[in-house]
């Protein structure tokens, strides 16, 4: 696939064939490539736990919320459970402030993952006391997000926004393919957008 490929393939799965497993050294190749990106005066903060073990990413599974817009999907069976789930942490004694590093090297994880096969879905509603807890983290590690991880077993599609509408809520047809709403290329632009 080419770069756009990825990019568009790259989409929030939320179903995964559980049986598929990932090998860790997979999951840590592509962290090591994900730690040569920019990070905000050079800190790297971001860490990772990487979980593999099928009770323990059910255990957690079990405490996030999936799907805000799908009111009446309460989240994937144990059959749609991801294969592994990455916890991503800061260390806050490198910086406190490092969403955008977060947000740089999970994107990078994801797209790597695409383009091996995988998908993944960042999730923030999630259970940090437990997590916390369960991995003894002292107290300068933030949990910041959940990335699950597998095989998708899940149809997507992206649809073009009505210029009209406002309205950016995913939802699932009758045949449980998941349509995605994006906005028109203009929009991004404001200086296409607001020609004075």
């Not at 999951?27 to 860490?47: F, H, L, T």
């Not at 990335?147 to 406002?166: F, R, W």
């Amino acid at each position: 696939m080419d770069l756009k490929q990825i990019i568009k393939a790259n989409r929030s799965y939320r179903k995964f064939i559980h049986n598929e497993k990932i090998d860790e050294g997979i999951i840590m190749e592509w962290i090591d490539n994900a730690r040569y990106v920019a990070s905000s005066k050079n800190r790297q903060p971001v860490r990772f736990i990487i979980i593999t073990e099928s009770m323990e990413v059910q255990q957690i599974c079990d405490h996030m919320q999936w799907a805000r817009h799908l009111k009446n999907w309460q989240g994937p069976t144990k059959e749609q459970k991801p294969a592994a789930l990455l916890v991503v942490c800061t260390d806050e004694n490198i910086n406190k402030n490092a969403q955008t590093d977060v947000g740089i090297i999970t994107q990078t994880i994801l797209l790597q993952a695409v383009n091996d096969g995988y998908g993944g879905c960042l999730l923030r509603s999630i259970d940090r006391k437990l997590i916390r807890n369960k991995f003894n983290l002292p107290e300068n590690i933030a949990i910041d997000m959940v990335v699950a991880l597998g095989k998708p077993d899940q149809s997507i599609t992206l649809e073009e926004m009505d210029v009209n509408s406002d309205n950016t809520d995913y939802w699932e047809d009758e045949n449980g393919v998941h349509h995605v709403p994006k906005r028109a290329l203009v929009d991004f632009v404001l200086n296409k957008k607001f020609k004075g």
